[in-house]
C-alpha cells in the first residue's frame, strides 16, 4: 500500500508537470508566431457630403475596396426613413475604386427634398461594409443659394492730418577706446585613432543592428530546449512508472 501510495504521488507530480510546460509552450509560440493583421473595409463617399445641397446630374466621389472584395453598391433612401426603403443608383460594380467615380446621380429622376446616400462594399463571404452621406438636399426648383456679401456703405472720408516738421535731433557721437583683441591661435588637434581589427571586427555597429533576429534566436532555442527535457522527463518518468508498476505485480505474486 505504501508502494502504491508512492506511485500516485509521482504520477500526481509528473500531470502537473505537463500541464505547466504545455502552458508555458504555448506562451512561447505565440511570442515567436504572432497572427498577422488584415485590413478592413475601404467605405468613403467624399462627395457629396453630409449637408450638401445638389441638382442636376451628381458625380459621387469616393472609395470601395477590401482585400476580399466581391462588388459595391449606391443606393439612396429619403429621410426620415422610416420604412428602411433604398433605391440603388446606377448598378452593381464589380470593380474596386480609389479616389474616384463611385456613381452618377441623376437628382431629376427624384422630387426636391433631403435624402442619404449609402456605399455598401460587399466582401466575397457575404458580410459587408457601409458609409452615409446624410441630409443631401436636391434642389432642382430653386436655384442654390450663394453666400452674398453685404454691401459696403460710403464710409466718410477720413480728415487728411499734416505733420509738422520737428527741429532736427542733434547728434551726438562718442568715441570709444580701441581695444587691441588678441588673435587666438589655432590649437592644434590629434587625428582620431584608428583600431587595426576594425575591418576584422565582429561587433556590429550601432547603425543597422536590430535585436530581432537574436531575440526570435533566444526563443527558438529556449522552445527546443524545453522541449528536449519535457521528452526526457517523460521518459524518465514512464520508466519509473513501468518499473514501478512491474515491482508491484512481483510482489502481489509471492
Keep these: 500500500m505504501k508502494k502504491r501510495g508512492i506511485l500516485q504521488s509521482k504520477f500526481n507530480l509528473f500531470v502537473i508537470f505537463i500541464i505547466i510546460a504545455s502552458f508555458w509552450l504555448a506562451q512561447i509560440s505565440g511570442t515567436v508566431a504572432a497572427p498577422s493583421e488584415q485590413g478592413g473595409d475601404i467605405a468613403v ?55 474616384g467615380l463611385l456613381e452618377t446621380w441623376d437628382t431629376t429622376l427624384v422630387s426636391d427634398g433631403s435624402y442619404t446616400i449609402r456605399l455598401r ?40 492730418v499734416t505733420p509738422t516738421a520737428l527741429p532736427p535731433t542733434p547728434t551726438i557721437a562718442i568715441e570709444q577706446p580701441v581695444v587691441d583683441t588678441p588673435t587666438p591661435r589655432p590649437v592644434p588637434t590629434s587625428p582620431p585613432l584608428e583600431d587595426p581589427d576594425e575591418d576584422s571586427s565582429f561587433i556590429p555597429t550601432v547603425t543597422g543592428f536590430s535585436v530581432s533576429p537574436m531575440r526570435d534566436a533566444c526563443l527558438y532555442g ?23 508498476f512491474i515491482d508491484l505485480v512481483k510482489r502481489r505474486r509471492f
Excluded at 470601395?64 to 433605391?87: C, K, L, M, R
Excluded at 529556449?222 to 514501478?244: C, E, H, K, N, P
Design 45 to 99: 463617399i467624399s462627395s457629396p457630403t453630409s449637408n450638401a445641397v445638389v441638382q442636376d446630374t451628381v458625380e459621387i466621389i469616393g472609395s470601395a475596396d477590401h482585400p476580399s472584395f466581391q462588388f459595391y453598391v449606391v443606393d439612396i433612401g429619403p429621410e426620415p426613413n422610416t420604412n428602411d426603403q433604398w433605391s440603388t443608383i446606377g448598378t452593381t460594380h464589380e470593380a474596386p475604386v480609389i479616389n
Design 121 to 160: 462594399v460587399v466582401r466575397v463571404d457575404g458580410n459587408y461594409g457601409e458609409f452615409f452621406a446624410q441630409q443631401v438636399v436636391v434642389s432642382n426648383t430653386q436655384p442654390i443659394p450663394t453666400d452674398t456679401p453685404p454691401s459696403q456703405e460710403a464710409q466718410p472720408a477720413a480728415p487728411t
Design 222 to 244: 529556449g522552445a527546443l530546449m524545453l522541449s528536449i527535457f519535457l521528452l526526457f522527463g517523460f521518459l524518465a518518468a514512464v520508466r519509473t512508472f513501468i518499473r514501478g
